[in-house]
């Protein structure tokens, strides 16, 4: 894919391109050249201001990805859109994937992609590995996840890897609707989805606009406390070179929004506070200071505050 030389007047280099070499080397190497998404519409669902489509698509040979497609009523080829994919959260449901942020399951709280599509936005819930309608008939939840995660490991990869390639075929999806303005484009993650946000970001210049919702933790405060995350999280070697900030500020200098919660074990608000300040610097460096932002939220957890929600809407209306 082309890379744009500039965004908004800010030169689209990493700040230290050997670093994200060392980075792709350590999630795995480079990602396969795409295949045909061949595209299938199984089925449609008229909402209230929206109608949703349900799709697959193939991320690799053999390998087809079920999704949501949230499309305002209104939308259409001939008076397209911006579009924000919405990467879904852990929390342990591997019942859950895309349904529920596309508003059919799970808690209303984390119903963004419906809140996206109401706000006008064509809106793409994929279901990531393990989860949802990409979970195994021989092993049940956390298990079958702890095997993909090892396998991909022994064949010199790993989850992120793996995560980030299903990810950047999602854009592909994207851009491939007529209904969708491929030059506006961002995405939105709670959790391991923003962990998926910070994950894919250095490596999709098409995504012009990315906030992350409660999960940036830190090698430092994942060692510090004691957590055992969810496996996107773990990239082997990379703690040699940097820490996860680091993959954040790689997205420098397009726009990136993170909220936190101060009470979110998850992400241990000490090194959250350092964090922000070492991803601001890297976006001072590229002359884009206005392009991250961040908001911490004194009294939350772990959650998708009112608050929160509204620095991540008007994030999208300003850059998208």
């Not at 074990?265 to 460096?285: F, L, M, W």
């Amino acid at each position: 894919m082309a890379i744009p030389k500039t965004i908004g007047g800010a030169q689209e280099v990493p700040a230290n391109p050997d670093l994200k070499q060392t980075l792709g080397r350590c999630l795995g190497g480079p990602w396969p050249e795409p295949c045909d998404l061949r595209p299938v519409i199984t089925e449609t669902q008229v909402k209230a201001g929206y109608r949703i489509e349900f799709v697959t698509y193939e991320v690799e040979p053999g390998d087809r990805v079920p999704a949501l497609v949230l499309i305002p009523e209104g939308v259409d080829a001939n008076h397209p859109a911006p579009a924000v994919a919405v990467w879904h959260q852990h929390n342990g449901e591997y019942h859950l994937g895309k349904s529920e942020p596309a508003g059919l399951a799970g808690n209303p709280m984390h119903h963004t992609g419906v809140a996206l599509a109401q706000e006008g936005y064509v809106v793409l819930c994929p279901d990531a590995l393990c989860f949802e309608s990409r979970q195994s008939p021989h092993l049940q939840g956390g298990q079958f996840e702890r095997f993909e995660f090892l396998r991909y490991v022994v064949a010199g990869q790993c989850m992120a890897w793996k995560n980030i390639l299903d990810m950047r075929r999602a854009v592909d999806y994207l851009c491939s609707r007529p209904e969708v303005q491929t030059d506006r484009m961002g995405c939105y993650g709670h959790s391991m989805g923003s962990t998926h946000t910070w994950l894919v970001g250095p490596w999709e210049p098409r995504l012009r606009c990315l906030v992350g919702n409660c999960c940036l933790p830190t090698y430092a405060a994942i060692h510090r406390t004691h957590i055992l995350h969810c496996f996107p999280n773990f990239i082997p070697g990379w703690g040699q070179y940097g820490d996860t900030p680091d993959i954040a500020a790689m997205i420098a200098p397009r726009a990136l929004h993170l909220n936190f919660g101060a009470r979110d074990d998850g992400s241990p608000i000490q090194e959250v506070r350092a964090a922000v300040t070492a991803i601001g610097a890297a976006y001072e460096q590229q002359n884009a200071k206005d392009r991250f932002s961040y908001y911490i939220e004194e009294d939350a957890g772990h959650v998708l505050s009112p608050r929160m929600w509204e620095h991540t809407r008007q994030w999208f209306c300003r850059h998208l």
